[in-house]
């Protein structure tokens, strides 16, 4: 996680989060922790949230008759976890998501795995129509606790410049 105390005055400081396109770097991996615990809640509530009816995300007798032997995790909340674990490190100042690219479900994941995630920066450009931003690209890779990969990913958003994040504008 990367955190910043800008000083706003005399013995005040702000916390600030994220980086800004000057501080990333191609080539450089970020490793997001703290990790996540999968919950049989957290996946269930999520299926439900989302309203994927597929039984083999919480129904446990379904399951069990599954190839996997029990309830799988949702794969969409693999996809969102790892997502969110790298948010303080690469998009916490982000103005947009771009998109999405190869997504890939490498093995699956069930309640009580751990997971973990790590990015690597691939590409940073400067916007063509916008001066104070560019975006980044980064591969995003998930892994459970025992080292074994489960979800990889692309993903560009466009970063703001230093000096030109909402956090640098808001006084309050």
Same mark, same amino acid.
């Given at each position: $996680? ?14 600030s ?6 501080? /990333?770097?191609? !080539? ?10 999968? %919950? ?27 190839? /996997?032997? =029990?309830?799988?995790?949702n794969?969409?909340? %693999? &996809?969102?976890?790892?997502?969110? $674990?790298?948010?303080s490190?690469?998009s916490?100042k %982000? ?14 994941v069930?309640? !009580? ?10 590409e ?10 560019g975006? &980044?690209?980064? =591969?995003? %890779?998930?892994?459970?606790?025992? !080292?074994?990969?489960?979800i990889? /990913? ?19």
């Amino acid at each position: $996680m990367v955190a910043e105390a800008k000083p706003i005055g005399k013995n005040r400081y702000r916390e600030s989060y994220g980086r800004y396109l000057e501080d /990333f770097a191609v !080539g450089d991996v970020y490793e997001h922790r703290p990790g996540r615990t999968i %919950t049989e809640s957290d996946n269930t509530w999520f299926t439900l949230l989302t309203m994927n009816q597929h039984p083999l995300h919480f129904d446990h007798e379904y399951a069990a008759k599954s190839e /996997f032997g =029990r309830v799988l995790v949702n794969s969409c909340l %693999t &996809v969102s976890i790892v997502t969110g $674990m790298s948010v303080s490190d690469v998009s916490q100042k %982000t103005i947009a998501n771009l998109g999405w690219q190869e997504i890939k479900l490498t093995a699956p994941v069930f309640i !009580g795995d751990t997971l973990y995630a790590e990015s690597e920066v691939l590409e940073i450009r400067e916007s063509k129509s916008r001066p104070n931003q560019g975006i &980044v690209s980064i =591969r995003t %890779t998930g892994k459970k606790q025992t !080292g074994e990969t489960v979800i990889d /990913f692309r993903r560009a958003m466009l970063i703001p410049k230093r000096g030109h994040a909402v956090d640098d504008e808001i006084d309050y």
